[in-house]
């Protein structure tokens, strides 16, 4: 009886332990890729949704066999949360919120010509100072482009190959950015704010 009582609490724990690991993937996994790159976080996708998977099939053996219910509505209650929670709108949301000044303070040097392209290879790409360089995903690079008598700029919150990013867009007259604009091919344009929009392009 006893051990069968620590196996039902060991399942319950490893149940709970497998939820969170889930949903602090869905809440860190821009800031993972960032860091570790998109190759690197197949493996630890593989390893998070496995491991959630394992003890999922775990929890319904033990509903069937031992009448322990207490993981398995863990489990499902997560399913849910995957299903209905907006992850990335919200960390884009608390990004955009809590970033916004810094983003408008950057907007003004270029503006005013104490941020210029500075990268040789891309006239287009400004390398941020180092205080700025968290506003954009992958490097702390703008893309900057002239629109009539101010600029369009580009922050990544996300940098993939080619044309598969996304990012915050600065615009001075509050026109939405064409679907092309920063080279890419945005399948979603989104307006956060009065001058600022959501592209993605993938």
């Not at 990004?95 to 005013?112: A, G, I, T, Y």
């Not at 996304?166 to 091919?185: E, H, I």
């Amino acid at each position: 009886m006893v051990g069968e009582e620590m196996k039902r609490n060991r399942l319950l724990y490893l149940s709970i332990f497998s939820s969170v690991l889930v949903i602090l993937y869905m809440f860190f996994q821009w800031k993972l890729i960032d860091i570790i790159t998109e190759f690197l976080m197949f493996p630890v996708l593989l390893l998070v949704f496995g491991f959630f998977i394992f003890i999922t099939v775990l929890a319904i053996i033990s509903l069937f066999k031992n009448k322990t219910w207490k993981p398995i509505v863990i489990q499902v209650i997560t399913i849910l949360l995957l299903f209905i929670v907006p992850f990335n709108q919200i960390i884009l949301d608390i990004d955009f919120k809590l970033n916004k000044s810094e983003r408008n303070q950057v907007v003004k040097m270029v503006e005013n010509g104490e941020l210029r392209p500075n990268i040789s290879h891309n006239s287009s790409l400004l390398q941020l100072p180092k205080k700025y360089e968290h506003l954009s995903i992958g490097g702390g690079e703008i893309v900057v482009e002239k629109s009539g008598d101010g600029y369009n700029i580009l922050f990544f919150t996300y940098r993939g190959i080619l044309d598969n990013f996304s990012g915050f867009v600065y615009t001075p007259n509050d026109q939405k950015p064409s679907k092309n604009a920063f080279d890419g091919d945005f399948k979603a344009i989104d307006k956060m704010e009065k001058n600022w929009y959501f592209v993605g392009s993938y």
